[in-house]
């Protein structure tokens, strides 16, 4: 699988701290080289992106070639996180993997129509995990061509 040297962060923006232990694990495991930084609310991504307060140094918010986002998270909710990534210029471009436990109908529709690249259901095995992340990086970072970053 090619690797590019931009835009191989994944930025995982998560609650749950064991998603993202099962995420790390299933990443290390799977053997994929991409850097993950995680943080755990929607508040943590939008600093992080815009490099304010704990990520005001550019070295701690290294530039995400994917997002992968939750829906359920307290206060900045993942379809909030979406609805601002998409409405900042300097994001839009940042495809968004929705990662989550609801495999609702109509969070799947309300996500695409609020500009998500995919829809993931998390796997709850680690054999899944590892796979679908596999996947998930070979088509982010080896298939497509991202926009690098400035």
Request: charged residues 25%; proline residues 5%.
């Amino acid at each position: 699988m090619p690797d590019r040297a931009q835009g191989s962060t994944i930025l995982m923006v998560d609650d749950d701290e064991d998603d993202r232990f099962l995420v790390k694990a299933a990443l290390t495991r799977s053997g994929v080289q991409h850097q993950l930084v995680c943080v755990e609310s929607g508040e943590a991504m939008i600093d992080y992106l815009l490099r304010r307060r704990r990520f005001a140094d550019p070295k701690s918010a290294p530039c995400p070639g994917i997002i992968l986002l939750d829906l359920n998270m307290p206060g900045m909710d993942g379809e909030h996180c979406l609805r601002e990534l998409r409405a900042h210029e300097d994001f839009k471009h940042i495809p968004v993997v929705i990662l989550t436990t609801s495999a609702a109908e109509t969070d799947v529709k309300r996500c695409y129509q609020l500009g998500a690249n995919s829809y993931v259901v998390k796997p709850l095995l680690m054999d899944t995990m590892v796979a679908a992340l596999e996947r998930i990086c070979e088509y982010w970072f080896g298939l497509v061509e991202l926009v690098p970053c400035d």
